[in-house]
């Protein structure tokens, strides 16, 4: 099926989307949750009439539209990349991947784009009410466009409601309700939005601790923290709730990412999580040395994550790779095998077909029946490559579960305080919130590494390995506009970082 | 209910609804057009302000159509999407270029601290407006002229020429509509600026808006009729319904025209309009031109790509490989895909009424000096 593997290719590929995908990702946290906190501070303007809020909704809208500018720019890329440098995948999978990126379009990006240009500008060209309904409609539509992205995405993770064609070679959509309920799209689009609006939330809380700091805009600085305060509370306990359902899907449906997240080699029932471990990077797939060379366990707490019983089995990495038959698992190797008939059968199906040999051709498709669901399998050279780079894995899981819980903590000392209106007097909290800000960006690139990393090598998990979902190009291409996206964002970063401290410093304007 | 309805129905269904969005996308390149006229026609900051703003509040709505002509593509042709982009590679990332580096610059040009200074966000636009729509124009040509490229047996693409899509560029067809769209572009934007701009007090800087939109109706027209006169004479590629060949035929596109008269009447009232709003425009000095241009290029663009996709015509024609080359009917989804998009399609209404009524309540107030100039107002 595919002619030669030119892993350098995949590789770049690959680099590109993780490039592309970590610089949009630094702007659509703040997007998904500024554009609901502006929302918030506006409607508390419209219901108070008070011009204080709205000079301090004005003042958090500028800061959204400089951030918003760039998730724009880098996110156009996001979707053609597909198309440029996966071109395979977007044949094969095309059928159902691209419509939840239509579908993001229309209901999504129209509305963003519409409104956008009335919150910013319509301040004296529409009605309060109608400018306030368009803000919502901002932050409706930016995390709409979230939801279809990451049925999408979730769809890559856990493929459902389709078939595989041999006669287009491609899997076509079965059940659109399928692939829109997945539990896997459902737990993804909660889990990263609430993230989302905790990172913003931790951006008001930063920036107002500066003004703080300085004693200047004090009570815009507690009206800002009031709120986001509150937002971020809620949303991080929400990200810690479907973190937890998140876990739960990956054991079902990618058991693999999960032995992978706590470095788990061997299955155990009352398997530990590792609170702290320092992994031994030499560890190979059915070798006997020991996976950590530091470990403090947890013991129970993977099984209980995993099926909510602590007593519970959880396979190992080798268990997926050899199988364990004891257990009932059929490892990667058994599928490879199978997986490389399906291969032969559908090539056979294929020539016969063309040669108008009827009976040849369907007695080729219905060996090729029997073992299609491992064609994807049939694409690896090994056994092993069904392994994700662990050490990678494992460690941003970690990250990202400590910073997530860390958030919690400081979401509820903010609210205290300011509860107790001792916000002023508290000046050891605005390092911590200023802290917890760039803590809570490195969680939510942690939390994109943990479920894009600890699914390699499947563009489509069991299905479509990366090697063969590539375009048919030669790798210096890809390279170069790799590092054409990397100068471009970087330089871009750059100057709205610049814009963004310098309307910071100028500040919200204050009521005479 | 829309289940019911045969593949090849929802098929030409979809060719139809993507040729709306991308012939809505060509009228709004009017923002486009219009940053190509900053450095021309502002020659003040003042002026400049005026344009920036002006086309500026609507560049999010044609950046977003773009978007959405890619993921109609991709939803409803995925053969065309993973061929053009994956295959015609260099030619569209240099137009994604153009485009990332637009979504910035109206934001950043004028905010203190921005790294390059005005003067680089300008170019930015600029470099958008006029290589990135002539590339998309270019590109567009290639429906006609066709491209390099071997599908196997499994429909995945090999790119057969070394400059992956750049090769577009050197057909004097293809750089003719690409050009075509670039003045078309400029037009619009002047007729634009001309509609949403209060220029009380400002006579110079209309009459030079004005100037502007004649002179490159000019230009446009010399390029009009190059790509005009190229697709009347012209071999094109044709498909054999019953068996799925592709022949090349001479004068294709001359006879898709005869054969569907209704699209030789879209072109022509098009074309019409389009000389209508700069006749009003120049020599009645008429501001709502672009009303009048702007629907004849929606129309010309339908006109284009239904003679591109329809009436036995492979709308994305391999000059390498015949075989390979793809009609509306071998390069769609499923059935059953392009059935559950059609039910998503409904909305598409309900999505343009709110963008009219928004358009009407933004711009029904022209874009004053003294607003651009107001403390109180958030400018770009």
């Known amino acids: ?512 | 209910m829309i289940g019911s309805l045969d593949q090849s129905i929802l098929q030409q269904l979809w060719w139809i609804l993507a040729s709306i969005v991308g012939s809505l996308f060509l009228f709004l390149t009017f923002v486009q057009g219009g940053q190509t006229l900053i450095w021309q026609l502002g020659k003040n900051e003042t002026e400049k302000s005026l344009i920036i703003n002006s086309i500026g509040r609507k560049w999010e709505l044609t950046f977003t159509t773009l978007v959405l002509f890619g993921g109609a593509l991709f939803a409803a042709f995925p053969k065309f999407y993973a061929t053009s982009f994956g295959g015609a590679y260099w030619v569209w990332i240099s137009i994604l270029f153009t485009f990332i580096v637009q979504a910035v610059s109206f934001e950043y040009r004028k905010k203190p601290d921005n790294l390059f200074g005005p003067t680089i966000y300008e170019a930015f636009l600029f470099i958008n407006g006029a290589i990135g729509i002539l590339l998309i124009g270019a590109a567009v040509g290639t429906f006609f002229t066709g491209s390099n490229f071997v599908l196997n047996e499994y429909n995945l693409v090999k790119w057969t020429n070394p400059l992956r899509g750049l090769e577009a560029a050197q057909n004097i067809f293809n750089i003719s509509l690409g050009l075509f769209l670039v003045f078309n572009a400029r037009v619009l934007g002047a007729l634009y600026l001309l509609n949403n701009i209060d220029f009380t007090g400002m006579d110079e800087f209309r009459r030079r808006t004005k100037n502007a939109v004649f002179h490159n109706f000019i230009a446009e027209l010399v390029f009009l009729l190059i790509v005009v006169g190229g697709l009347l004479t012209m071999s094109g590629f044709h498909v054999d319904p019953a068996t799925g060949q592709v022949i090349k035929v001479p004068f294709k596109y001359l006879k898709n025209l005869f054969s569907m008269p209704h699209v030789l009447l879209i072109l022509l009232v098009g074309l019409g309009l389009v000389i209508y709003a700069v006749y009003v425009t120049y020599l009645k000095d008429k501001d709502n031109g672009i009303w009048f241009a702007g629907i004849g290029t929606v129309l010309v663009g339908l006109a284009v790509f239904f003679t591109a996709g329809f009436n036995n015509t492979p709308f994305y024609p391999s000059k390498v490989d015949l075989q390979s080359s793809l009609t509306i009917y071998n390069a769609s989804s499923s059935h059953y895909t392009l059935t559950a998009m059609t039910y998503v399609a409904l909305i598409i209404p309900v999505v343009l009424a709110y963008i009219a009524y928004v358009w009407y309540q933004m711009d029904s107030k022209k874009l004053s000096q003294e607003e651009i100039e107001s403390a109180e107002a958030e400018n770009y």
């Open chain 1, 1 to 512: 099926m595919i002619d030669q593997m030119d892993l350098s290719l995949v590789n770049w590929a690959r680099a590109q989307f993780a490039l592309t995908a970590m610089y949009h990702w630094l702007f659509v946290p703040l997007t998904l949750g500024m554009s609901f906190l502006c929302a918030f501070f506006e409607t508390i303007y419209v219901k108070t009439g008070n011009e204080e809020w709205k000079n301090l909704t004005k003042f958090w809208m500028k800061l959204f539209g400089i951030n918003f500018a760039i998730g724009v720019a880098t996110g156009i890329i996001l979707e053609f990349e597909f198309g440029t440098n996966w071109a395979n995948y977007s044949w094969m999978v095309g059928d159902i991947f691209g419509a939840p990126l239509a579908i993001e379009g229309i209901v999504a990006f129209f509305l963003e784009a519409t409104f956008f240009a009335v919150m910013f500008f319509g301040w004296n060209r529409v009605s309060k009410g109608f400018h306030l309904l368009s803000t919502w409609m901002v932050a409706i539509g930016s995390n709409l466009s979230a939801l279809w992205i990451l049925v999408a995405n979730g769809w890559m993770q856990f493929p459902t409601g389709m078939a595989f064609n041999p006669d287009t070679a491609r899997f076509e959509m079965k059940s659109f309700f399928d692939v829109v309920f997945s539990p896997y799209a459902i737990s993804k689009f909660s889990h990263a939005t609430t993230s989302g609006f905790a990172v913003s939330s931790f951006f008001v809380i930063a920036v107002s601790c500066y003004f703080l700091a300085k004693r200047r805009h004090v009570l815009m600085a507690k009206r800002s923290i009031a709120v986001a305060s509150v937002f971020g509370l809620i949303a991080s306990l929400m990200v810690a709730f479907t973190g937890d359902e998140a876990a739960y899907v990956d054991a079902h449906h990618q058991p693999m990412k999960l032995a992978a997240m706590e470095g788990l080699w061997d299955g155990t029932t009352k398997a530990p999580v590792v609170a702290f471990g320092i992994i031994n990077g030499m560890k190979q797939p059915g070798d006997f040395q020991d996976p950590f060379v530091v470990e403090f366990k947890v013991p129970g707490l993977l099984s209980l994550l995993a099926n909510r019983d602590p007593g519970s089995y959880v396979p190992g990495i080798n268990d997926l790779v050899y199988g364990n038959k004891k257990m009932g698992i059929t490892g990667a190797k058994e599928m490879l095998e199978k997986g490389k008939m399906a291969v032969k059968f559908l090539a056979e199906y294929k020539e016969a077909k063309k040669a108008g040999d009827m009976q040849r051709a369907s007695m080729a498709l219905q060996k090729f029946n029997q073992v299609k669901e491992y064609l994807g399998y049939g694409h690896l050279e090994k056994p092993e490559d069904a392994v994700p780079p662990v050490s990678i894995t494992f460690y941003a899981f970690h990250i990202m579960v400590i910073v997530g819980s860390l958030m919690i903590l400081v979401f509820i000392l903010f609210l205290v305080s300011t509860i107790k209106n001792t916000l002023e007097k508290n000046t050891w909290l605005y390092p911590i919130g200023v802290a917890l800000f760039f803590l809570s960006f490195i969680a939510g690139q942690a939390g994109w590494v943990v479920a894009e990393v600890g699914r390699q090598p499947w563009a489509i998990q069991g299905l479509l390995p990366v090697a063969v979902a590539r375009t048919d190009i030669a790798a210096s291409n890809v390279k170069l506009t790799f590092f054409m996206f990397l100068v471009t964002f970087t330089l871009l970063l750059i100057a709205e970082v610049k814009i963004m401290l310098k309307q910071i410093q100028i500040g919200p304007k204050e009521v005479a």
